[in-house]
T-cell receptor, first 113, second 115 residues
Framework: AQTVTQSQPEMSVQEAETVTLSCTYDTSESDYYLFWYKQPPSRQMILVIRQEAYKQQNATENRFSVNFQKAAKSFSLKISDSQLGDAAMYFCAHTTNAGKSTFGDGTTLTVKP | KAGVTQTPRYLIKTRGQQVTLSCSPI?????VSWYQQTPGQGLQFLFE???????NKGNFPGRFSGRQFSNSRSEMNVSTLELGDSALYLC??????????????FGPGTRLLVL
């Protein structure tokens, strides 16, 4: 079975600053996918970024990037130039090749103006 | 393209009743997954349907069931409701092409309150 751990229940960042959200996972799979999702107060879950485990290059999407350390089973999310709209709960997820997903407990990010 | 839609958005039931939730995936998406989200347990995977077949299943009792229709729309049923079933139920759809894992797109959820 897979487990995903987000050790930071809450984080805060000043607007325009950079913040890193942590995620570690445990898996018996050799091939899998990792995702970061964002759930704003409106509750609609939105994909932030995805990483295929077989790719060594870290994924980036505009201000969002990941630090994927496969050996350490670590998958952190870095948000640069934080904006007020980034305030949300962020979930890290592991998905097997068969399509079964396991989510972390989430990190609530507050952005201070 | 229209996003994932879920109906109803809010529901109040009493213990012992049953409930059916509906999910319409994004057009062209063939995989539908269901999740239960609660403050205490986080996001828990219920099951996934692909081409009208249950392909993956989480660790929930048999009171939780689902099905998928030929147009990929999916329903989730919970029988003999318990207070602990109060939660936000999220549906997610994906293309689910062969040979890879597609990104899931989530609906707004159905908030179920069991009294």
């Amino acid at each position: 079975a897979q487990t995903v751990t987000q050790s930071q229940p809450e984080m805060s960042v000043q607007e325009a600053e950079t913040v890193t959200l942590s995620c570690t996972y445990d898996t018996s799979e050799s091939d899998y996918y990792l995702f970061w999702y964002k759930q704003p107060p409106s509750r609609q879950m939105i994909l932030v970024i995805r990483q295929e485990a077989y790719k060594q290059q870290n994924a980036t999407e505009n201000r969002f990037s990941v630090n994927f350390q496969k050996a350490a089973k670590s998958f952190s999310l870095k948000i640069s130039d934080s904006q007020l709209g980034d305030a949300a709960m962020y979930f890290c997820a592991h998905t097997t090749n068969a399509g079964k997903s396991t989510f972390g407990d989430g990190t609530t990010l507050t952005v201070k103006p | 393209k229209a996003g994932v839609t879920q109906t109803p958005r809010y529901l109040i039931k009493t213990r012992g009743q049953q409930v059916t939730l509906s999910c319409s995936p994004i057009s062209g998406h063939r995989s539908v997954s269901w999740y239960q989200q609660t403050p205490g347990q986080g996001l828990q995977f219920l099951f996934e349907y692909f081409s009208e077949t249950q392909r993956n299943k989480g660790n929930f009792p048999g009171r939780f069931s689902g099905r998928q229709f030929s147009n990929s729309r999916s329903e989730m049923n919970v029988s003999t409701l318990e207070l602990g079933d109060s939660a936000l139920y999220l549906c997610a759809s994906s293309l689910s092409s062969v040979g890879g894992v597609e990104t899931q797109y989530f609906g707004p959820g159905t908030r179920l309150l069991v009294l």
